[in-house]
């Protein structure tokens, strides 16, 4: 089982989210957690985070210590800009 902990960022982001997006995203974490997933690795500017893909949503994460760290989760328009 992977360890996941949440940034301040990504906590205001989950909570942003309507309760329908928002129960998506949390079953996608569980199965995440629980290794039925793989994250998919980014290039370029992202070099060493990874993304899950829920609807139109991404969630970001990175290692940290043997760690996963759910760095944001935004709209898939949104994500990527800095």
Do not use: C
Request: aromatic share 12%; glycine share 4%; no cysteine.
């Amino acid at each position: 089982m992977k360890e996941l902990f949440f940034t301040s960022h990504s906590q205001k982001d989950l909570k942003k989210l309507d309760s329908r997006s928002k129960s998506s995203i949390v079953n996608k974490l569980q199965k995440f957690r629980n290794s039925s997933l793989d994250a998919i690795p980014l290039t370029g500017t992202w070099k060493g985070w990874y993304k899950l893909r829920v609807g139109n949503y991404r969630i970001l994460l990175t290692i940290q210590k043997k760690s996963w760290i759910v760095g944001y989760i935004r709209h898939r328009k949104e994500v990527y800009k800095n």
